[in-house]
């Protein structure tokens, strides 16, 4: 039995509800508290009952995910928790007021970032598209900051770019191998963007335009017409042309890869893209930079599926944008616990 305490017009009442109730059923909770409270002054009040119950739950599975993480992980987790609150609650409520704050060290590189943004700028040509963003640009994906003896063991191999979009990412990943970047993307409007970004930037070989789609399975789809190049383009049915779809797993059997790197940031088809590449990824040991913010699949399925199919990995969750309430743009970091 949990007590819940609600003041009205300077009267304090006392509520015996059984916790369970609250997690299971809020709105039924909220019906049987209607003889008591005018929810045109009280409405706050029953919302903090319900930010309660849901900063519990959330609470519970972000736990599930902090399973032989370190420290700096941890406290990326503490911010996600926050973060789900506060935009769930708090960002646009008149009633209730929610503290956050990044951790320190990402603080210390929001810094930087502003700092560095102007010559990072300058030195690449998108041809237009304004989204020199710090995922990219200035974390290169997880690799700018982590151990120089996790870049010495991709140096010599290959890099898996699935999501390629325009080649933003090619720009910064060439300086972390001397093979080949195999850039997957089922887009015809971003892959023509993509030919004319490498021409701005003079970047002439690394680097192979692979036109299917990464999936957990194999066939064709018809995907939505395009206007633009777009960042945020899933791969979902419509009413534009065909693409091919494939897996990882079957293109490692018709390519000679030698995969140091797999970068996924595939707007929510994460975790059936780490599926399709499972046999890949225990065969090569890669490097793994997987986006898990765009959907609970992601962010709390990616993980335990390679923990349990995976031995002697380490993981880290690090943030990469600087918008505070969110964490767009966060990623898994993995890496073989032998570089160690």
């Given at each position: 039995m949990k007590k819940i305490i609600i003041s009205i017009l300077g009267i304090t009442i006392l509520f015996g509800i059984n916790i369970d109730i609250f997690n299971n059923k809020i709105k039924k909770v909220n019906r049987r508290l209607d003889d008591f409270i005018d929810y045109s002054v009280c409405s706050g009040q029953a919302k903090a009952i319900e930010s309660e119950i849901f900063r519990e739950y959330a609470a519970n599975k972000i736990d599930k995910l902090r399973k032989g993480l370190d420290a700096k992980s941890n406290e990326v987790l503490d911010y996600v928790l926050e973060a789900m609150v506060y935009t769930r609650f708090y960002k646009n409520s008149p009633w209730e007021k929610g503290n956050i704050s990044f951790p320190k060290e990402h603080i210390e590189h929001m810094n930087r970032w502003y700092t560095e943004f102007s010559d990072?700028?300058?030195?690449?040509?998108?041809?237009?598209?304004?989204?020199?963003?710090?995922?990219?640009?200035?974390?290169?994906?997880?690799?700018?900051?982590?151990?120089?003896?996790?870049?010495?063991?991709?140096?010599?191999?290959?890099?898996?770019?699935?999501?390629?979009?325009?080649?933003?990412?090619?720009?910064?990943?060439?300086?972390?191998?001397?093979?080949?970047?195999?850039?997957?993307?089922?887009?015809?409007?971003?892959?023509?963007?993509?030919?004319?970004?490498?021409?701005?930037n003079s970047v002439s070989s690394k680097y192979i335009i692979v036109p299917v789609a990464l999936s957990d399975e194999v066939g064709n789809v018809r995907v939505e017409k395009e206007k633009e190049a777009n960042s945020a383009?899933?791969?979902?049915?419509?009413?534009?042309?065909?693409?091919?779809?494939?897996?990882?797993?079957?293109?490692?059997?018709?390519?000679?890869?030698?995969?140091?790197?797999?970068?996924?940031?595939?707007?929510?088809?994460?975790?059936?893209?780490?599926?399709?590449?499972?046999?890949?990824?225990?065969?090569?040991?890669?490097?793994?930079?997987?986006?898990?913010?765009?959907?609970?699949?992601?962010?709390?399925?990616?993980?335990?599926?390679?923990?349990?199919?995976?031995?002697?990995?380490?993981?880290?969750?690090?943030?990469?944008?600087?918008?505070?309430?969110?964490?767009?743009?966060?990623?898994?970091?993995?890496?073989?616990?032998?570089?160690?």
């Open positions: 990072i700028k300058s030195k690449y040509d998108l041809g237009g598209c304004n989204e020199i963003v710090p995922e990219v640009f200035y974390f290169h994906h997880g690799l700018r900051f982590t151990n120089p003896k996790v870049l010495n063991y991709i140096k010599g191999k290959d890099i898996i770019d699935c999501g390629a979009y325009i080649g933003d990412s090619v720009l910064v990943l060439r300086y972390y191998t001397n093979a080949t970047i195999y850039c997957y993307e089922f887009s015809k409007t971003n892959i023509k963007a993509f030919e004319k970004v490498m021409k701005l383009r899933q791969l979902k049915e419509g009413d534009g042309y065909s693409v091919k779809k494939t897996t990882i797993d079957e293109e490692a059997k018709e390519r000679n890869f030698k995969i140091g790197l797999i970068k996924a940031d595939v707007e929510g088809d994460g975790m059936r893209i780490v599926k399709g590449a499972i046999n890949t990824i225990k065969q090569h040991r890669p490097v793994l930079s997987l986006a898990v913010y765009h959907n609970t699949d992601e962010l709390f399925g990616i993980k335990p599926f390679l923990e349990e199919n995976l031995k002697d990995y380490i993981f880290e969750f690090h943030l990469q944008q600087f918008e505070l309430g969110n964490f767009n743009e966060m990623i898994l970091f993995c890496y073989p616990k032998e570089l160690l």
